[in-house]
């Protein structure tokens, strides 16, 4: 018995390939992205269209998925705050090992193992690693993006010459005050 919804989108049947090594066959694919698809600052919005081009191929252990992923990206510059729209591909393999081929020694790497349930594979955990990894830890909205000014916080980008008086030290503070009264 499978826990795995066959008609979830990101859930293939493999029963095609049977368990013949070299058979293979080719997926093309728009699915809605999951929930929590990217990290805090950058990510596929829920829902949105990701367009998957797969090629399953049955092997010995089991099938070998190997994809391009393409999706669309929401996110914020992290000097700026400014808003990114971008786009994301990414490539991913991994080996889908059938059940019966899973030793049960194998201890820690039990849990590295992505297996077949069934004749099915279920493609989120993989797309989710593939997405994060490819993500920068930091987007920018332009390479060289100046953020902000950290005394007001107007965005440097727009205003290159921007600059305030440079602060009194406060050493010196009481001589700015007694200059200030003689001024006036």
Known sequence: ?????????????????????GSQRQVAVQVPAPSELGIEVLHVPEGSPVDLDLRLEAVMEGVLVTGVATAALEGECVRCLEPIDDELDVQFQDLYVYDDH?????????????????????LEPLLRDAVVLALPFQPLCEDDCPGLCAECGARLADDPGHAHEAPIDPRWAGLAELKTEHDE
Do not use: C, F
């Open 102 to 122: 899973a030793s049960d020694d194998d201890g820690e790497q039990d849990d590295e193992v992505r297996r077949l349930e069934g004749d099915l594979v279920d």
């Open 1 to 21: 018995m499978t826990s795995l919804d066959p008609r979830a989108p990101l859930v293939l049947d493999t029963r095609e390939l049977g368990r013949r090594p």
